[in-house]
């Protein structure tokens, strides 16, 4: 009797098994705590971004822009951009909106390397992380990661080519920005690769690395050098500055240097007989795309690169078609 009540009570218990198992995920968050969980993972992650580049009448910067948003947002992020328009009291400014904003991080390229630096404490203050892209800040130990092209190599190209133009040397004139390290670089890097062979620097003037103050500052130069043999610009916006400069003093035997690799200067290549003797090409589509990929790795938590140089490539006449004049490379 013992026995077949043991059995009894046995077929019960599993019966209340079988039937917990087959319990319906309902009621309480507690009796659901397996579905949720599933959810979480399920759930992806949208950053923030903020985009402070010098200027966006340069259209390197929208180029550079445009991959960085593309990249970001097929990837389900979002980014807020802002044009400080070459001065760095607005930058700070929009910086300070962008905070308020709750950005997750931003690319960064200062109109200042110095005067930059009380953005980046409030940056950091918030916790914002900080991609510094295409020209270095001066405190760079608020940044975390920096990605850029070779500007130093972009401007040594630039030298080479003159050393094999003019082999005898001859008179410089120099258009640059002091203010952006970037152009700094390329100043630094061309100046090295002439140095001692024969060349000498006539003349040079701060542009802001704009055209219109670059046409100026050329059309006061040129109106008391006329034996110019080439002039180096800190981009090839200055170049364009400088080549309308030219043509208006009627210049007609001077070399002038620029960087970017930009569709407007390589149209200009592509002309008979243009003043432009070559451009360091840069890619800013690359550099977008690599600078969203360390943007996104930081936030995560990730392994990335803290410093990333892209490399250049001189561009002349002799092949420009290769790369194209419509756009960027």
């Known amino acids: 009797m013992f026995k077949r009540i043991g059995s009894v009570l046995l077929a019960i218990m599993l019966c209340i098994s079988l039937l917990a198992g087959c319990k ?21 992650v949208s950053y923030k971004f903020g985009f402070s580049c010098i ?46 904003a709750g950005i997750d991080a931003i690319f960064l390229c ?19 992380k900080i991609i510094n892209i295409d020209s270095e800040v001066k405190e760079t130990t608020y940044v975390d990661a920096y990605i850029g092209s070779d500007n130093k190599n972009a401007g040594y190209i630039c030298g080479e080519d003159l050393l094999q133009q003019s082999p005898d040397g001859g008179k410089i004139v120099i258009l640059e920005s002091p203010s952006q390290n970037s152009v700094i ?21 701060d542009t802001q690395g704009d055209l219109n103050t670059a046409r100026q500052e050329a ?6 050098n006329k034996d110019i043999t080439a002039v180096m610009c800190g981009n090839d916006q200055i170049a364009l500055g400088a080549l309308v400069a030219a043509h208006t003093a009627g210049l007609d035997d001077i070399m002038i240097y620029g960087v970017d690799g930009s569709p407007d200067l390589k149209k200009e290549l592509l002309k008979k007989n243009t003043l432009i ?7 800013p589509i690359n550099i977008g795309k690599k600078a969203a990929k360390i943007g996104i790795a930081i936030l995560n ?29």
């Open 277 to 283: 003797r070559g451009t360091s090409g840069q890619s």
């Open 24 to 44: 319906k995920n309902v009621g309480t968050s507690e009796d659901n705590a397996i579905k949720e969980e599933e959810e979480e993972q399920d759930e992806t």
């Open 55 to 100: 200027t966006m009448e340069n259209p390197y910067f929208i180029t550079l822009e445009q991959s960085l948003r593309e990249s970001l947002e097929s990837q389900g992020h979002s980014m807020i951009t802002k044009n400080p328009a070459v001065d760095i009291d607005l930058q700070i400014q929009q910086i300070d909106e962008m905070i308020e």
């Open 110 to 128: 200062p109109v200042s390397r110095d005067e930059i630096t009380p953005a980046l404490e409030k940056l950091e203050a918030a916790d914002v």
């Open 185 to 205: 670089d390329r100043i630094t890097g061309f100046e090295e690769a002439i140095a001692d062979k024969g060349f000498e620097v006539v003349a040079r003037a």
């Open 301 to 329: 938590g990730d392994d990335y690169e803290e410093v990333t140089h892209e490399e250049v490539f001189f561009i002349t006449s002799d092949n420009v078609e290769m790369y194209g004049a419509d756009g960027w490379q």
């Open 219 to 224: 059309d006061k130069i040129f109106a008391d």
